[in-house]
């Protein structure tokens, strides 16, 4: 074997079949733009209307942001791939997505078990909701998100930054990603491998705790009113954050803990391109479609927007 290092990576992709790879451009430059459409209109939403200047719209907003940013990080470069042909991705460019995907997607798991403990407040403790989620706990709730998710990741990559690649520099897969790049790699893996096993089951581990706990005393909470009307009403505030939790922990523990997908190369990329463009589109869908002030709010913005251009006509 020799010894260096390669300088270019290329990506295979999904298929090699021509007409496959046209069908898979349409549906993800249409999910993309979905995506991106959808969480931008929810951060406008929870940026100009009053009503929806609450904690909850606060990491609803940040949840949107974190969305964009994932799915970003990810598709754009594929889509490019498959437009131009060119599979060609720099040692540079491979770490920065490496990096971006994974703080993304780890950061959005605290920041679903912030979420969760913001409606464990609002439900179990609602006299005190507004003191216990002041803007200035919400602020720092966020950024200890986001500061988790850099901490988490912090270890595996200056590890993955000392790997050493000789011979292969092709890579299985639509994005350059932990475990296609390990395969290939021609250094001892093992430590790298334990590295990113830990922490992904702590980051695991430790974020569904907190939703679990927070959910359990929710429906215990819920379970005790004495109205139908209110325990409706309260299980509705909730539906949508368990839609996406649930959505989110399971293609993940699908991708760890089936072991069909450890050994088939083509389901990960697949369950991989399913969390990194389906859930992105579907979550502003989730949100709005089962919230009545997200829907006013979408509303009463667009007769605004209409108002405004009327009068310029």
Known sequence: ????????????????????????????????????????????????????????????????????????????????????????ITYNACVIQVFFTDLFGVTEFFLLAAMSYDRYVAICKPLHYVTIMSSKVCRRLTFFCWLAGLLVITSPLSLGLNLKFCDLNVIDHFLCDAAPLLKISCSDTWIMEQSVLICAVLTLTLTLMCVVLSYSYIIKTILGFPSAQQRKKAFSTCSSHMIVVSITYGACMFIFMNPTAKEEVTINKVVSLLISSISPMLNPFIYTLRNKQVKKAFNDLIKRIASFLSKIN
């Open 1 to 88: 074997m020799k010894n260096y290092t390669v300088t270019t990576f290329i990506l295979l992709g999904l298929t090699e079949d021509p007409q496959l790879q046209v069908l898979i451009f349409i549906f993800l430059f249409f999910t993309y733009m979905l995506s991106v459409t959808g969480n931008l209109t929810i951060i406008t939403l929870t940026s100009v209307d009053p009503h929806l200047k609450t904690p909850m719209y606060y990491f609803l907003q940040n949840f949107s942001f974190l969305e964009i940013s994932f799915t970003s990080a990810c598709i754009p470069r594929y889509l490019y791939n498959i437009a131009t042909g060119d599979k060609v």
